[in-house]
C-alpha cells in the first residue's frame, strides 16, 4: 500500500535512495557521518586548505571527543592519516590516503548517476520546480526545528 502523505511518500523516496549509497558504505564498513567528513577533507585539501580536527568538529557539528573517536577509527582503517601540527602540539591535520580517496571518488559518481536519475525522470522546468520546492522545504522546515528546540 502506498502511503499518500507526502512526508511518507519523501521517506519512501529517501529509504529507497538510501539503500543504493548504504551499499558503497557497507562495503567499505564506513557510516554516513564519516564519509561526510572524508567529502569534507577532500573537499578542502582541492581548494588548497589544509584540515584540522576542529574543522571537522565545526563542520559535522560532533563533539571533539566524538570527532577524535570517528578520526581514529577511519585511520585505523587506513582511510585518513593524522599529523601533528609543528605550531601546536594539540591541533591534528587530517588527510585522506589513496584508499580514502578511492571511496570519496566512488561516493561522487554515486550521487553523479543519481543526479542522473533524477534528471532523466524530470523535465527542465519540473527539476527547477522540484529544486525550489524542496528548498522552501527546508526553510520551513528548519524553521519549525528551532520552534521545537525553544519548547
Known sequence: MINKRLYGLFCCLHRQMSRNSHKLFKENNLSHVQMYAMIFVECESKEGRRVCQKDIEKHINL?????SSMLANLEKKGF???TVSDGDARA?????????????QKNKQFMDESDN?????????EQNEFKNLILKIMCESEKYGRELKND
Open 63 to 67: 563533539r571533539p571527543s566524538a570527532t
Open 80 to 82: 585518513i592519516t593524522r
Open 92 to 104: 591534528k591535520f587530517v588527510t585522506l590516503t589513496e584508499k580514502g580517496t578511492v571511496v570519496c
Open 117 to 125: 536519475l533524477i534528471q532523466s525522470a524530470l523535465s527542465e522546468d
